[in-house]
């Protein structure tokens, strides 16, 4: 009688099988876990070539007006179809891109770093400089960030650098307090007065010390709201709020296109470009959250 | 308890007056001139009619003389006379919000009504198809634009498939019910108006659910991060040992501690409702003060924007007030910090 571990061609059929097993249920977890990080990601990377790519990848112009060939369908010449001026959409989507990423990241980067900074230093000052601080950053709660952005994009004029100040007006309240429990709970950690007892200055702790362990939290919060900047900035401008008319802009092509049922193409795939980037972001720092979440991470 | 309560009541008592500041400066430190837009060029070269214009809309007076003429009117209800409609903006407000109210009510019930259980189904089984399904599509939820979803809503719905009325509070074959609340879903049935609440109901579906779309992701994302919180918990792990169904677990146990977060967020969803009425207001011809907000702001009718502003500010601190107080309620640990 032959046991089956002394049998090396059985043993190495059973062992290549379990190798196997454990193979595909690893790639379904991984697949599970990261698709649809992944897939976001994928459509990040893809929108950014478009943009940097742009007049690379298409044979029009975005302001080229063609009275004879307006509102026609999706056709091989103009795939995604031509708007009430005759231009060719999926060129105005492309250059669009360039538009709505550029506002997207600076909105974030320009407002997240300064809400970060008020925030950080508010923590790190303690006393009355926290307090002025934060009941100001608590004070920008209470307004609805779409309503006082428009308020204040009306104000300024109409105009992308306006529509962006104005974002960034409403942008650093929730960055200046996320920085700022981060900070709290580093504050009066061991390394910290550690760094202190060597004799670093504050500066030195807040920037070189504290704020990289505190880098994962505002990481998610930076890639969610690129995604909610670039959703806002494109209600802006379908309000007619943003951009100035000729210039592709994603939210007020479909605000052109908007009274088009039968010409559905003229509004339907500008908002379904914006969907794709955003839910790209949303993707990816879902991710992230999960990624840098011990509790998640544990399964 | 009383403390906490009367400490919340001041704090939000002087959020509202730093509100009223805030809102002030921005509306007279800007560049814009609404002197400009209101009068047109060929007036707005005459300095006469200028400066009597100026003066006709205390435009002339120094900062802050204008701010403390502003606050002595907020005592007494006056936000100011709306330049284009020429009304007080209180008048105004009051004309529109209800229809707002009206449809961020339904939106917000129907978020809650889907949103509430595909967040504890999603925690209940977890990593299985439905926590797939629920994450997907609350991410698709949260990601869609507003004013797109409304469009592509409207071209199919009521369009192509004619399944649904088309923009509108109601349609052009009703006559609105004599004013009585303001609410067209209360007045037509106090008038005895049955087909004109129907149509009202149904015109309403649309927007609210375009409306509800995000924030049931919101919801959903929330109850279900809060239900896996909560299960992980030792009097959860009690619970199973004595033997309890696991049905008793979920619903008796877990889910009446995971809510707390979802009250929060309660306060939350209501002010993305309000800042989502702007633009599906605009797109539905909807009554209300998102559109309102959205005509004022264009023509820089300066008096109505701070009007407007500030009401939805005085409602933000309100209902920060009520989900801090009800979460004291809920929680009486929260008081004793």
């Known amino acids: 009688m032959t046991s089956p571990a002394s049998d090396p061609a059985l043993t190495d059929a059973a062992m290549s099988a379990l190798a196997d097993v454990t193979v595909s249920t690893a790639r379904r977890r991984w697949l599970r876990r990261y698709l649809l990080p992944a897939m976001g990601g994928t459509a990040i990377l893809a929108w950014l070539l478009v943009a940097a790519l742009a007049p690379w990848i298409t044979p029009y112009m975005p302001d080229t007006v063609n009275v004879t060939g307006r509102l026609a369908g999706p056709s091989l010449a103009h795939w995604l179809g031509t708007d009430e ?60 960030p779409i309503i006082l952005a428009m308020a204040i994009a009306a104000a300024l004029g109409i ?66 709201d690129l995604g909610n900047a670039i959703l806002v900035f494109a209600g802006l401008s379908f309000l007619g709020l943003g951009v100035v008319p000729p210039t592709p802009e994603w939210g007020s092509m479909v605000s052109e296109g908007r009274e088009l049922v039968a010409q559905w193409w003229v509004a339907t795939f500008p908002g379904l470009a914006i969907l794709t980037v955003v839910i790209g972001f949303n993707f990816v720092g879902d991710g992230l959250r999960d990624w840098l979440d011990p509790y998640a991470r544990r399964r | 308890m009383w403390r906490y309560i009367a400490s919340r009541l001041v704090i939000a008592a002087a ?42 809309w205390g435009l002339d007076l120094p900062m802050w003389q204008r701010y403390w003429l502003f606050l002595r009117g907020l005592t007494h209800g006056d936000l100011g006379i709306s330049i284009s409609s020429q009304r007080p903006v209180i008048e105004d407000i009051t004309q529109y919000a209800p229809a707002t109210v009206e449809l961020s009510t339904l939106a917000f019930l129907i978020s809650l009504l889907f949103g509430l259980p595909l967040g504890v189904l999603a925690a209940m089984k977890r990593d299985s198809w439905i926590d797939h399904v629920a994450r997907a599509v609350s991410l698709v939820g949260v990601s869609a634009p507003t004013f797109w979803l409304a469009f592509i809503m409207l071209a199919v719905f009521y369009g192509w498939l004619g399944w649904a009325p088309g923009p509108g509070q109601i349609g052009s074959d009703q006559f609105p019910p004599p004013d009585v609340t303001g609410f067209m879903l209360i007045d037509a049935p106090l008038a005895g108006q049955w087909d004109t609440f129907w149509d009202a109901l149904a015109h309403l579906m649309l927007p609210s659910i375009v409306l509800a779309l995000a924030t049931m992701g919101l919801i959903t994302r929330t109850t279900r991060a809060a239900m896996l919180e909560t299960l992980s918990q030792d009097y959860i792990r009690v619970a199973r040992a004595k033997g309890l169904r696991r049905r008793a677990i979920m619903l008796g146990h877990a889910l009446p501690n995971a809510l707390l977060p979802v009250v929060t967020l309660g306060g939350l969803a209501y002010a993305q409702l309000l800042t989502g009425t702007v633009l599906t207001e605009t797109i539905f ?38 989900v801090d107080l009800s979460y004291a309620l809920l929680d009486p640990r929260v008081m004793r910090r």
């Not at chain 1, 060719?88 to 709505?100: H, K, N, P």
């Not at chain 2, 500041?21 to 070269?45: C, E, K, M, R, S």
């Open chain 1, 85 to 144: 001026l005759g231009r060719d959409v999926l060129t105005r989507i492309i250059y669009g891109a360039r538009t709505s990423l550029t506002v997207g990241f600076t909105v974030v980067l320009v407002g997240g770093g300064v809400g970060t900074l008020v925030g950080a230093v508010a923590a790190f000052a303690r006393g009355w400089a926290e307090e002025i601080l934060m009941r100001a950053t608590d004070l920008m709660f209470c307004f609805p």
């Open chain 1, 159 to 224: 105009g992308t650098r306006n529509t962006v100040i104005a974002m960034l007006v409403v942008w650093w309240p929730k960055f200046a307090r996320l920085a700022r429990s981060v900070v709290v709970g580093q504050r009066s950690l061991e390394y910290v007065a550690a760094a202190r007892t060597i004799g670093f200055p504050p500066i030195h702790i807040l920037f070189r010390q504290i704020l990289p362990n505190a880098v994962g939290p505002l990481v998610v919060l930076i890639t969610l």
């Open chain 2, 15 to 56: 959020m509202v007056l730093l509100a009223t500041l805030i809102i002030f400066l921005i509306a007279n430190t800007v560049p814009g001139d609404p002197v400009l837009t209101q009068l047109g060029d060929v007036a707005a070269n005459n300095p006469a009619i200028v400066a009597a214009y100026r003066h006709k």
């Open chain 2, 285 to 322: 011809s909807w009554p209300g003060l998102g559109r309102y907000t959205f005509q004022s702001a264009v023509i820089l009718d300066f008096p109505a924007i701070m009007g407007i502003t500030l009401v939805v500010a005085v409602v933000y601190v309100i209902v920060n007030l009520i």
